[in-house]
């Protein structure tokens, strides 16, 4: 099922996609994670507020026996500088016909944004610290609180530091270091050399007397 059906679903329930607020009714419910149509509402907003902020649904990319079961994840790339775009993980999953559409059960379960750069051989890079909407209070909070962290994502992507030898972007390591996120002081070779992590150093214990 698409968006729009996702759409259609929404108004039903008087919640309109195009409006910036809910219902009073809404407004008064909290969310609930072991309630059903709780985690439908929050969905279909979560869906409406990425579709007018003109986020798209990216196609899986890997094989599933049930793809209606994958995360839902969206992104934008227009209006940003080449290579870039803004991820937005939205725990949703179903497609309306095998599963309905609805936020994953999980209470501790959190929406993620973040700002990425691909490379020019297809790898992705995080651009800035990775960012978590907990699924917790009113649903209508929880939706601005995503969309003011697809904000921060889109001001890092317009705003990040550039590689002073090729003007590519400047990626954060799991050391947090800066580099280059195209690795151009590596050549190609080096670039597409496997990850060999370090072994640990094992130390020798010796029978005490």
């Known amino acids: 099922m698409g968006l729009s059906s996702s759409k259609l679903g929404a108004q039903l329930i008087g919640a309109g996609l195009k409006s910036t607020s809910l219902t009073t009714r809404e407004k008064m419910s909290d969310y609930d994670p072991n309630v059903p149509m709780l985690r439908q509402l929050l969905a279909l907003q979560i869906l409406g507020k990425l579709e007018d902020a003109g986020f798209a649904h990216e196609p899986l990319t890997h094989k599933m026996d049930r793809p209606y079961m994958a995360e839902r994840i969206y992104a934008r790339h227009e209006g940003l500088p080449?290579?870039?775009?803004?991820?937005?993980?939205?725990?949703?999953?179903?497609?309306?016909?095998?599963?309905?559409?609805?936020?994953?059960?999980?209470?501790?379960?959190?929406?993620?944004?973040?700002?990425?750069?691909?490379?020019?051989?297809?790898?992705?890079?995080?651009?800035?610290?990775?960012?978590?909407?907990?699924?917790?209070?009113?649903?209508?909070?929880?939706?601005?609180?995503?969309?003011?962290?697809?904000?921060?994502?889109?001001?890092?992507?317009?705003?990040?530091?550039?590689?002073?030898?090729?003007?590519s972007p400047v990626f954060i390591t799991k050391r947090n270091k800066q580099a280059c996120a195209e690795l151009c002081w590596l050549n190609e070779e080096e670039k597409n050399k496997p990850y060999n992590p370090p072994r640990k150093k094992r130390f020798r214990r010796y029978r005490r007397y």
């Open 82 to 167: 080449p290579g870039m775009k803004v991820q937005v993980f939205t725990t949703v999953i179903g497609d309306g016909d095998n599963v309905p559409i609805e936020v994953r059960a999980s209470g501790k379960d959190a929406i993620r944004v973040c700002a990425v750069y691909v490379t020019k051989d297809g790898k992705t890079r995080g651009l800035g610290k990775e960012t978590r909407v907990n699924r917790t209070g009113n649903i209508e909070d929880i939706v601005e609180r995503m969309l003011e962290r697809m904000r921060k994502a889109w001001m890092t992507c317009k705003t990040v530091n550039r590689c002073r030898d090729c003007n």
